[in-house]
Nanobody, 128 residues
Framework: QVQLVESGGGLVQAGGSLRLSCAAS????????VGWFRQAPGKEREFVAA????????YYAEFVKGRASISRDNAKNTVYLQMNSLKPEDTAVYYC?????????????????????WGQGTQVTVSS
């Protein structure tokens, strides 16, 4: 079992920045990737960014490229999502997820269904 706890969400004005954290615990060795997803009311969950524990490669949804940066600290079992230039449409519950996702699978890291463990989410609200 893997436990994921998100933090760092809150209220921010448009154009502001926020850093989300995802602290993983438990059997993290059973996973090899962590992704960030978000879901706004009435909308489908969508991929934001992902990173593997053992790789420095990062992956982003087009709508956050240039505004978001995902990073990790393996010693702390923590993954971060830095978001800048926030827009009201970024308002959503942000979730981190972990899973064992084979390498070489096209779009594997961006598919929510491939992740086994999910955090409770942290609310991000961007005011205009």
């Amino acid at each position: 079992q893997v436990q994921l706890v998100e933090s760092g969400g809150g209220l921010v004005q448009a154009g502001g920045s926020l850093r989300l954290s995802c602290a993983a615990s438990g059997r993290t060795f059973s996973t090899n990737a962590v992704g960030w997803f978000r879901q706004a009311p009435g909308k489908e969950r969508e991929f934001v960014a992902a990173i593997r524990w053992s790789s420095d490669s990062t992956y982003y949804a087009e709508f956050v490229k240039g505004r978001a940066s995902i990073s990790r600290d393996n010693a702390k079992n923590t993954v971060y999502l830095q978001m800048n230039s926030l827009k009201p449409e970024d308002t959503a519950v942000y979730y981190c997820a972990a899973g064992s996702i084979p390498r070489g699978v096209v779009l594997g890291l961006s598919s929510s269904g491939r992740y086994n463990y999910w955090g409770q989410g942290t609310q991000v609200t961007v005011s205009s």
